[in-house]
């Protein structure tokens, strides 16, 4: 099977962020597969050109087998409108592609949404040579821009996406979704159930060290290794480190996003010594960096368009370095609760958050090393992209043999 993968911001390993895309497809190499990701060749985490330098529109690069093919596409920072610009140049590239840049023409293509331009681009691309088309929703666009980005349902921005949305649902062969709980909203929007399959983020679990209990130390560390963003709401790690002042806890953010310079801002304001800024790290070290850690922080706005579930590459990997994770987000469907890996408290809640730390130091480093151990025996049963890429090669191969 010859499988293109549209995934606007898919990365290597080299890179900072999540490699879903990358691991699920080296697996799918390693049984036959080919496969070649269309990514751009400038990092959304750092916001830097990283594949084409030379000035060329293209570049081909082969990592473990996996193809990788970038596309050059303007440079961007925050969330202006340069970067609504930014994803319309990515998704008219994709429309121009031809099968002698990828190696040979697809039997099946997989767009990813973590925006519509480029999941809509791939579906006119696998119409255009009469092949299924699986769609991967990440993100459930435009109702995030509702929730989060204080957009009102009836703008014609948000009229117009839910129209891309809606036509995408409804001639995908088949809908894999990160999120638990969004089979609901995407049958609400005209997606047929029976062709809907949960594959949520994971971890490659063979390469992983093995457990080991963190080294004791005066404070506790506190991390959170992630994006620095709107919808992460990091604004209560700061409140309820100015209510730990004197307890013998440190906060450890690492990563980057467009929050981060307001986010650094306020805790120099506030005079907060027990808190660290760090940049962010190679997928490849998140490993070992998260072994440093006693606890993870799992945060989120409170937003009801968690109600469907979420499914962070962070939270899996915290989960697999074995610590215990505060879990501070409004959803029903909670993976640390059904792990036994931590504490859940409520979203954008400091007191309720710095209570949880304040139980964390109460409990023996035993009670917590119990928790981590947890977390790992969930996300090596549940969350392996070895098992889950063995679920998307059947997802690809029904989509082929019902087209």
């Not at 082969?62 to 920072?77: A, E, I, K, M, Q």
């Not at 994803?87 to 973590?114: C, N, Q, W």
């Not at 070992?288 to 962070?312: C, I, K, T, Y």
């Amino acid at each position: 099977m010859n499988l293109w993968l549209v995934n606007h911001y898919a990365i290597l390993p080299q890179q900072a962020g999540g490699t879903r895309h990358y691991t699920l497809a080296r697996e799918l190499v390693e049984r036959g597969h080919q496969v070649t990701i269309v990514a751009s060749s400038f990092d959304h985490t750092t916001q830097q050109e990283m594949h084409l330098r030379d000035g060329a529109s293209s570049r081909l690069e082969v990592v473990d087998g996996v193809r990788f093919l970038w596309l050059r596409t303007p440079p961007y920072s925050g969330n202006s409108a340069r970067r609504l610009w930014n994803t319309a140049v990515f998704a008219r590239k994709v429309l121009s592609l031809r099968v002698a840049d990828l190696g040979g023409p697809p039997d099946v293509i997989l767009g990813s949404s973590p925006h519509l331009f480029a999941a809509w681009a791939a579906e006119r691309l696998a119409r255009r040579h009469r092949v299924p088309f699986v769609l991967e929703v990440r993100d459930l666009w435009p109702q995030s821009l509702v929730d989060l980005g204080n957009f009102s349902e009836g703008h014609p921005f948000i009229r117009w996406l839910e129209y891309i949305e809606r036509g995408l649902y409804r001639r995908a062969n088949r809908i894999v979704t990160l999120l638990p709980g969004a089979g609901e909203h995407i049958v609400q929007k005209g997606g047929r159930p029976e062709r809907i399959v949960w594959i949520p983020n994971g971890v490659g679990t063979d390469g992983l060290p093995p457990p080991k209990p963190p080294t004791p130390k005066d404070t506790i560390e506190l991390m959170y290794a992630g994006t620095h963003g709107l919808a992460n709401g990091l604004q209560v790690i700061l409140e309820a480190a100015d209510k730990l002042r004197t307890a013998p806890v440190r906060f450890r953010l690492i990563g980057d996003g467009p929050d981060k310079p307001r986010l650094m801002a306020e805790a120099e304001k506030r005079k907060l010594a027990n808190v660290t800024f760090e940049p962010p790290v190679p997928k490849k070290q998140i490993p070992d960096l998260l072994r440093e850690a006693d606890a993870f922080l799992m945060v989120l706005r409170d937003s009801p368009v968690f109600r469907w579930g979420v499914s962070p590459n962070k939270l899996f990997d915290y989960m697999a370095a074995a610590r215990p994770i505060i879990f501070s987000v409004n959803t029903s469907l909670n993976p640390v609760e059904s792990a036994g890996a931590g504490i859940t408290v409520p979203a954008e809640n400091a007191d309720a958050l710095a209570g949880a730390i304040l139980r964390l130091l109460s409990m023996s480093p035993e009670e917590r090393w119990e928790m981590g151990l947890n977390g790992r025996k969930y996300v090596e049963i549940n969350h392996d992209l070895s098992r889950l890429s063995s679920k998307l090669e059947s997802v690809l191969e029904d989509a082929l043999n019902n087209h």
